[in-house]
């Protein structure tokens, strides 16, 4: 019973640490445009691997 009176407080203060990461990564624009990456994948041009495989 005595370990309550620990883990509550700690996963309390774990769980603020957890939201004001999140809330830093939100306001600090990391989530703006998450399908930007992966439409210039589908966009970029094709280039062969090395230079001795195109023709």
Do not use: K, N, T
């Amino acid at each position: 019973m005595d370990i309550l009176y620990l883990l509550i407080p700690l996963s309390s203060v774990l769980v603020l640490g957890i939201l004001g990461v999140f809330a830093w990564a939100l306001h600090s624009g990391q989530f703006d445009d998450v399908e930007q990456h992966g439409e210039q994948i589908l966009d970029a041009a094709q280039e062969p691997v090395d230079l001795h495989q195109g023709a």
